[in-house]
């Protein structure tokens, strides 16, 4: 059975199509960014335009600024997610306590209830503390979906740790910090990496809940892609949408640079 | 053990930042309110607006409209008032009724992050039933007197009472493409029978989508005997039309578009089908939408656009403050240049809308500017317009009939 398998899928054809799957919506979106009167049954645009590019490029668009706000904000919600992620993760992987399984589920909630709920409730939460329509409010607020998925891959990262190594350090005369710095930290770089990745996409794609904390002073990139891509203009949508990828597609390449070094 | 030390010093030091935002420092300036406007002279108020920031909420899927108000309109505000204009970008008017909502809630009665949002039709009731908005201030605005009177008296059949300000307005409309036949049918009945002789070429947008609801209610008043009858819920007037509006749908529906087993579910979609020539019809709330889609490259150059013999639907949008808006003052002084002549002449030029006006309100400078605006291909002489305009109907036909669609005509196999 097993050989047959093995005949039958060629790991060629699986790569191909995957391949293809990742690229075609890609090269299709490029391809719609400058193209003007393109109709069924047409297969490819007749005419091309820059009218996309340009106005994403023209200061009026504001895509420039929200581009900006959206890479500030998905970078600081990163390194906050983890510094909150990292002493209960390793609470949670290395220690045993009273009632565990509830925080773990108190902890994984937001993301398990529906995002509108959590949106509408955080933002009447704010609301009560005076903390909307801030850089710093919509920080916080992305903070509720990110640490969630930074808890869980570090936890993953702690239960493969050992902590003994510490203690070897240590007895071998290394510094507290050294240890951090040499000891504790490669070992859980990997779950750092990961969980940097998921917390900055999942910030970098906030929609509800940045307009409603932010009350729409805070313009990240998902704001003005929303408006379009209700509207129908599906050139500028489709700029737009690439220029939202971005991370993800540098994200992914250097992932496969890390495989194929590793 | 110092690892430990670190992260919780780091995570008091987030904890520090968070209690710190939380003591934000409250203005003890008294609110700015409508009956303070109504003493004010309107000099006054443009005194107060006077160096400001607004903050305005409007729906932002269009790039020549953005690129208009980002750039044109925001720098005549900044001369003629030293008013910094800030576009709140929206995908969905909701969106900012539902936030409003909340803080009323909250009672976040002050310091709001919107000063005004262009609204309309059911955003405007539930604004209005929810107290969502700031005051009575459209009659107290010097440019109101461009509007015709009824402009400002209901919107989708809820009393205005000068909660919002006529701004812009809207009258549905049909394409077609001449490429494909000359001449559109003009009746619902003409409609009716082009869609048997034509299988699978007209579709229309499923309700409760605005556009879709509104082409509905078009029927709805054929049947009814005219729009004017639709002015205040009648039990027995909608139950009479309204049978005889689905027995219509229903006769059409297996001559639609997939059989009509199914329907689009927005304008976008619709457009999509037309311009890929799978049907032969779209429609929209606003005169100038084809020419808009031509210049965007969606619509061949051949579209243009009919109404109705017998009329069809138009209405104004509005300008409206919420109830905690920051700035109210400069809300105000926004809200009357974006209704006066100079900025409407230049709005048309630029994007192409609808002249709003009342021409008898113009004088002859502006009159004769009015009349040499540029006119799109695709768009109706506003003669024509105007000659075929009738009015919305009562907000309860426009519930009843979502509603019902769903029973009688969707779920009906």
């Not at chain 2, 003890?28 to 000099?43: G, I, M, R, S, Y």
Request: with cysteine; proline share 5%; glycine share 6%.
């Amino acid at each position: 059975m097993s050989v047959i398998l093995k005949k039958t899928t060629n790991p060629r054809i699986a790569v191909a199509i995957f391949s293809l799957a990742v690229t075609l919506p890609l090269a299709w979106l490029i391809v719609q960014s400058f193209a003007r009167n393109w109709r069924f049954p047409a297969l490819f645009p007749p005419e091309s335009s820059w009218r996309a590019w340009s106005y994403l490029l023209d200061s009026a668009s504001g895509v420039s600024t929200a581009l900006l706000n959206s890479l500030v904000i998905a970078l600081l919600v990163t390194i906050l997610a983890i510094c909150l992620a990292l002493p209960a993760a390793r609470g949670i992987a290395l220690h045993d306590f009273k009632g565990k399984n509830l925080v773990l589920f108190l902890l994984l909630l937001p993301i398990l209830s529906p995002a509108i709920a959590t949106a509408i409730g955080g933002h009447a939460l704010f609301l009560r503390y005076g903390l909307t329509d801030s850089y710093l409010s919509v920080i916080l607020a992305h903070l509720i979906p990110t640490v969630p998925y930074c808890v869980l891959t570090l936890t993953g990262s702690f239960l493969r740790f050992d902590v003994n190594l510490e203690a070897q350090a240590r007895t071998l005369g290394a510094s507290a910090t050294q240890v951090l710095r040499f000891v504790t930290l490669p070992s859980i770089a990997p779950g750092i990496g990961v969980s940097a990745v998921f917390a900055f996409l999942i910030s970098w794609s906030q929609y509800l809940t940045t307009w409603l904390i932010g009350g729409g002073k805070i313009v990240t990139l998902p704001l003005v892609l929303v408006g379009f891509q209700r509207s129908g203009d599906e050139t500028v949508t489709a700029a737009l949408t690439l220029i939202f990828l971005i991370p993800t597609i540098i994200f992914v390449a250097l992932t496969a640079r890390f495989w194929r070094e590793n | 053990m110092m690892i430990k030390n670190s992260l919780i010093f780091l995570n008091l030091i987030f904890l520090c930042l968070v209690i710190s935002a939380c003591q934000n420092s409250k203005t003890n300036v008294p609110k700015f309110t409508a009956e303070d406007l109504a003493k004010a002279n309107w000099q006054q108020i443009e005194t107060k607006a006077r160096g400001t920031t607004v903050n305005f909420a409007m729906w932002a899927g269009d790039e020549n409209r953005n690129r208009f108000f980002q750039t044109n309109a925001a720098a005549a505000l900044k001369q003629k008032y030293e008013i910094n204009l800030n576009i709140v970008p929206l995908g969905d008017t909701a969106e900012v009724i539902s936030k409003l909502l909340n803080e009323k809630s909250a009672e976040k009665n002050e310091n709001g992050s919107v000063d005004m949002i262009w609204i309309n039709g059911e955003n405007f009731r539930t604004a209005k039933q929810g107290n969502l908005l700031w005051g009575k201030f459209a009659e107290h605005l010097p440019n109101i007197r461009y509007y015709a009177a009824e402009a400002g008296r209901r919107d989708f059949g809820t009393t205005i009472e000068g909660l919002e300000a006529p701004w812009q307005r809207a009258q549905f409309v049909l394409a077609y493409d001449t490429a494909r036949f000359a001449e559109p049918p003009r009746t619902i009945e003409k409609l009716g029978e082009w869609i048997k002789a034509h299988p699978n070429r007209f579709t229309y947008i499923a309700p409760p989508d605005f556009t879709g609801s509104v082409f509905l209610r078009h029927i709805l008043f054929h049947f009814g005997g005219g729009a004017e009858k639709f002015q205040t819920f009648d039990e027995e007037l909608y139950k009479e039309a309204a049978t005889k509006t689905f027995a219509f749908l229903n006769e059409i529906k297996p001559y639609l578009w997939r059989k009509g087993e199914t329907f689009p579910n927005s304008t976008k979609e619709l457009d999509r089908l037309f311009a890929n020539n799978e049907v032969d019809f779209s429609f929209a709330y606003g005169a100038s939408f084809a020419t808009e889609r031509i210049g965007r490259g969606e619509y061949p150059p051949t579209v243009r656009t009919f109404v109705f013999d017998s009329g069809t639907i138009g209405n104004y949008n509005f300008l409206t403050i919420p109830f905690n808006a920051d700035n109210p003052a400069g809300a105000l002084v926004v809200i009357n240049y974006f209704m006066s002549p100079e900025f409407q002449i230049e709005q048309v030029r630029q994007i192409g809308s609808v002249y709003p006006h009342n021409l008898d309100a113009l004088n002859d400078a502006e009159k004769k500017a009015v009349a040499e605006l540029p006119r799109g291909a695709a768009t109706l002489s506003e003669a024509e317009l105007l000659e075929h305009l009738i009015p919305e109907a009562d907000s309860e036909y426009l519930e009843r009939l979502e509603k019902d669609w769903r029973e009688k005509v969707l779920l009906n196999f």
